[in-house]
T-cell receptor, first 116, second 110 residues
C-alpha cells in the first residue's frame, strides 16, 4: 500500500519558534510537494521538488523553506513561526511527469499546526 | 478571478439522492481534470480524472467536462453516508502542477 507519512499530526508552537515538518514517501516518487490548506482558500502550494537537493517556490513560499537531502524525504521548515502560519499542512508526492500518471498526487494525512 | 472555482457548500442530501458537484475554470488551456475526495481530518485522495470533453464513469461516479463553457461536473448516483466528504476539482497547469478549487463539502444523511 502506497504511503506518504507526515511525522506529526498535531503541533502547537509559540511565535518565533523554529518548526520542522517532516514527510516521507515509500513509493520512489521523484516529485514532492508541500501545501497548506485553509478554510475558504483551499490548497495552496508552498514549495515543491522534482529531484533530490532541488527545490522550487510555489505560490506562497514566504516564511518557509524546504530541504530534500534524500529522495524519499521532504522537510518543510518555518524559520520563525508566526500566528498566520497556523494551518493544515499537507505533503504530497507524485511520479515523474510523462509517466502517464501526471497530476496524480498522493497525500499524507496532514499536520495541523497551531502557532500561539 | 480565481482559476478554479467551486461552491463551498455544504451540500446536504438524503441517502440515495443523485448529487451534482460543479466546478468552473478560467484557463482554456487546461487539458484534463481531476477530482479529489477529502474526508475530515485526512489528506485528499484521487477519485477520478477525465481528459478533454465528455463523460467518464467509474461505478457510482461520473465526471463530465464541458470545455466550451469551462464547466466540470461530478455526479454521484445512489449517494451513501460514506460519500460525505469535501470534493476538490483540480486541473493541472502547463507545468503539471495541480490548481485546486476550494472544494465543496457534501453531507449525505441516512
Amino acid at each position: 500500500d502506497v504511503k506518504v507519512t507526515q511525522s506529526s499530526r498535531y503541533l502547537v508552537k509559540r511565535t518565533g519558534e523554529k518548526v520542522f515538518l517532516e514527510c516521507v514517501q515509500d513509493m520512489d516518487h521523484e516529485n514532492m510537494f508541500w501545501y497548506r490548506q485553509d478554510p475558504g482558500l483551499g490548497l495552496r502550494l508552498i514549495y515543491f521538488s522534482y529531484d533530490v537537493k532541488m527545490k522550487e517556490k510555489g505560490d506562497i513560499p514566504e516564511g518557509y523553506s524546504v530541504s530534500r537531502e534524500k529522495k524519499e524525504r521532504f522537510s518543510l521548515i518555518l524559520e520563525s513561526a508566526s500566528t498566520n502560519q497556523t494551518s493544515m499542512y499537507l505533503c504530497a508526492s507524485s511520479p515523474v511527469s510523462g509517466s502517464g500518471r501526471t497530476g496524480e498526487l498522493f497525500f499524507g494525512e496532514g499536520s495541523r499546526l497551531t502557532v500561539l | 478571478q480565481k482559476e478554479v472555482e467551486q461552491d463551498p457548500g455544504p451540500l446536504s442530501v438524503p441517502e440515495g439522492a443523485i448529487v451534482s458537484l460543479n466546478c468552473t475554470y478560467s484557463n482554456s488551456a487546461f487539458q484534463y481534470f481531476m477530482w479529489y475526495r477529502q474526508y475530515s481530518r485526512k489528506g485528499p485522495e484521487l477519485l477520478m480524472y477525465t481528459y478533454s470533453s465528455g463523460n467518464k464513469e467509474d461505478g457510482r461516479f461520473t465526471a463530465q467536462v464541458d470545455k466550451s463553457s469551462k464547466y466540470i461536473s461530478l455526479f454521484i448516483r445512489d449517494s451513501q453516508p460514506s460519500d460525505s466528504a469535501t470534493y476538490l476539482c483540480a486541473p493541472p497547469d502547463n507545468t503539471d502542477k495541480l490548481i485546486f478549487g476550494t472544494g465543496t463539502r457534501l453531507q449525505v444523511f441516512p
